[in-house]
């Protein structure tokens, strides 16, 4: 069975830093985009950060400067790191991936993790 679990949420204290892991599993062949998106109450899930299979980078403009998203290709794994932390930061946090699963459709899939609560307050 494929998955994608998320680890590494938490409540931190504003400035604070925490980093986000997500590891994908199963009979996969390969991994394409691997992304983080967030949703916040009330509002739209909405795309934090991308890295591609070949390390390419994007990050919404409310994130610049402050998060990094980072791959390891051995582990199927992407992490995110978070610094400086602020209350609008404050979100459920979801790992999505593009996978090509071995035996499976012929094209690459979109999965979902479970998602990560991130709670920044004093």
């Known amino acids: 069975q494929v998955q994608l679990v998320e680890s590494g949420g938490g409540l931190v204290q504003p400035g604070g830093s925490l980093r986000l892991s997500c590891a994908a599993s199963?009979?996969?062949?390969?991994?394409?985009?691997m992304r983080w998106y967030r949703q916040a109450p009330g509002k739209q899930r909405e795309l934090v950060a991308r890295?591609?299979?070949?390390?390419?980078?994007n990050y919404a403009d409310s994130v610049k400067g402050r998060f990094t998203i980072s791959r390891d290709n051995a582990k199927n794994t992407v992490y995110l790191q978070m610094n400086s932390l602020k209350p609008e930061d404050t979100a459920v946090y979801y790992c999505?991936?593009?996978?090509?699963?071995?035996?499976?459709?012929?094209?690459?899939?979109?999965?979902w993790g479970q998602g990560t609560q991130v709670t920044v307050s004093s």
């Open positions: 890295i591609a299979g070949g390390g390419s980078t």
């Open positions: 999505n991936a593009d996978l090509w699963i071995v035996a499976g459709p012929g094209k690459w899939e979109d999965y």
């Open positions: 199963g009979s996969i062949f390969s991994i394409n985009y």
